[in-house]
């Protein structure tokens, strides 16, 4: 009998027991638990933020519909170009700095809170109100790809703008949609 058999018959055995996820924050649109870890898909509709850029200063943009997935202490980001939630749509490079090409957040110096229901609401805020550096600037938009930044100052500068040029935005991979990405956030093996 394999680990996979194993694991079946653990569930079975403790199938009686409830599951209650509390009420659930706006905007979470999937939920679970792994063998190792909670993790959380909140779905952010297109809206103007306002970051922070440490060499432009503060800045009043319109967002693209963002995804942000959170998996025990690691959370990624992802842009998409339709204005409600669909797992099939297709995933972009969110347009700001400080993430990786995969959609990994780079925390620098804050230290998000492990994934769960009660802490999404609030590492997207640290995520979103966190000091965006000049790292991780490149390939995040079609004008500008040497530097997200640039697209950003144009968009503040124009503050009339309410939406973000979705047309702008830069795909991950081969057109991966955000259910294939979250698959693999959740087939990564136990590090």
């Not at 063998?35 to 693209?64: A, M, Q, R, W």
Request: net charge positive; with cysteine; proline share 8%.
């Amino acid at each position: 009998m394999g680990a996979k058999d194993q694991s079946f018959f653990v569930r079975i055995a403790f199938s009686n027991e409830p599951i209650d996820t509390g009420w659930m924050e706006p905007g979470i649109v999937r939920w679970g638990t792994g063998s190792t870890d909670t993790y959380l898909v909140k779905f952010i509709p297109p809206t103007t933020h306002t970051i922070n850029c440490d060499e432009v200063g503060s800045l009043t943009v319109p967002l693209p519909a963002m995804v942000f997935v959170g998996k025990g202490l690691k959370y990624w980001v992802w842009a998409i170009q339709e204005q409600e939630f669909t797992p099939q749509a297709p995933a972009f490079h969110v347009p700001l700095p400080n993430v990786y090409s995969s959609g990994q957040v780079c925390w620098g110096v804050n230290e998000p809170p492990a994934a769960n229901g009660l802490s999404i609401n609030h590492t997207w805020n640290l995520f979103i109100s966190s000091i965006f550096t000049n790292h991780l600037t490149i390939s995040k938009s079609q004008k500008y790809r040497k530097d997200i930044r640039q697209q950003l100052l144009k968009l503040h500068k124009r503050c009339r703008r309410a939406t973000y040029p979705v047309s702008d935005l830069v795909p991950i991979g081969n057109q991966k949609s955000v259910a294939m990405l979250v698959q693999e956030i959740l087939d990564e093996p136990i590090a």
